[in-house]
């Protein structure tokens, strides 16, 4: 145990589930049990978990609607030496999640933070959407309305990673309508659904297939959604000087040597000397061919 561990608690984040309760690591299970307390999202809504794993800890609440107050009660345990547990309803806490100023407030204030890592919504869809995984953005959910969610989208179009939506089920379908209307038709697209439940599906097809093939069942509607999307195709590396330094190193091929052209033309447009010098040894080629 450290000297600062002693002095002060310990603040663990702890991923749960995000559908299928066995989802949950053997450490989760053995720091839930054992800290002074853990804060939830909605203590309701985790009352299920725990039962499962016979955790049988005091909970406190700390959501969206309280979090500055709660995160101030949680700091003086923390201070008192207690080890707390912060969980959210489901997945990896912070992560579209509340949790963000107790975090905060405890690595300034020289706590101990450890996150215990699992499952996370995200993730889950990205690996299993068949779409790169290299590079990759979360955006969390997509806005409400709909000129919004097009002026998020248009400024997304040329972002070449990977981009990662969460979706409600009252508005996957005109977010699904947005995605085919603001990004190219080719675009390819995976929506997941209801990851790790019982009735987990994924549909993919380019962004102009989308709205048919999510209206072909109705259930294609309900439940929590991870809208996975393609990232645009990077542009094509140019290779050779630009049109404005042939230009210009032509200019210069009229009163200078093909050496200090070459090097002039460098300087004034950044170009690669190397890559200048070949091309005036072609037009000096192409010159002499021609007279």
């Given amino acids: 145990m450290q000297a600062s561990e002693r002095i002060n608690g310990v603040l663990y984040l702890v991923a749960t589930p995000i559908g299928n309760l066995g989802d949950i690591s053997f450490r989760a299970v053995e720091i ?4 002074d307390l853990i804060a939830a999202e909605d203590t309701r809504h985790s009352r299920p978990l725990l039962d499962r794993y016979g955790i049988e800890r ?4 700390l959501h969206e609607h309280n979090e500055q107050q709660a995160s101030d009660r949680l700091m003086d345990r923390l201070k008192n030496g207690q080890r707390v547990a912060l969980i959210s309803d489901a997945g990896t806490p912070l992560i579209n999640d509340p949790g963000f100023p107790l975090v905060s407030r405890a690595r300034a204030a020289g ?12 993730v889950a869809a990205l690996s299993a959407s068949g779409l790169s995984t290299a590079r990759f953005a979360f955006e969390g ?6 000129a919004a969610r097009r002026r998020r ?5 040329a972002d070449e990673r990977t981009l990662v939506f969460y979706e409600a089920s009252h508005r996957i379908r005109d977010c699904i309508a947005d995605v085919a209307t603001v990004f190219p038709g080719d675009r390819r697209v995976v929506v997941a659904r209801e990851l790790t439940k019982l009735h987990e599906s994924f549909l993919g097809a380019p962004a102009a297939d989308m ?3 999510m209206d072909q069942a109705p259930e294609n509607s309900k439940g929590e959604f991870v809208v996975v999307i393609e990232g645009a195709k990077p542009e094509p590396t140019q290779t050779g000087p630009s049109v404005e330094a042939v230009r ?11 050496k200090s ?3 002039l033309a460098a300087r004034i447009t950044g170009a690669r000397r190397e890559d200048l010098y070949r091309v005036a040894l072609e037009l000096q080629r192409a010159g002499r061919d021609g007279s």
Avoid: D, H, M, Y
Wanted: one cysteine or more; charged letters at 10%; glycine letters at 6%.
């Fill in 32 to 35: 839930l049990k054992t800290v």
């Fill in 58 to 61: 005091p909970l406190f609440a």
């Fill in 111 to 122: 706590i101990i933070v450890t996150p215990v890592p699992g499952a996370c919504a995200l």
């Fill in 141 to 146: 959910f997509a806005p409400r309305t709909g």
């Fill in 153 to 157: 989208f248009e400024s997304l179009v």
């Fill in 211 to 213: 709205p048919a093939l």
């Fill in 248 to 258: 210009v190193l032509k200019l210069l091929l009229e009163e200078c040597s093909v």
């Fill in 261 to 263: 052209a070459t090097g």
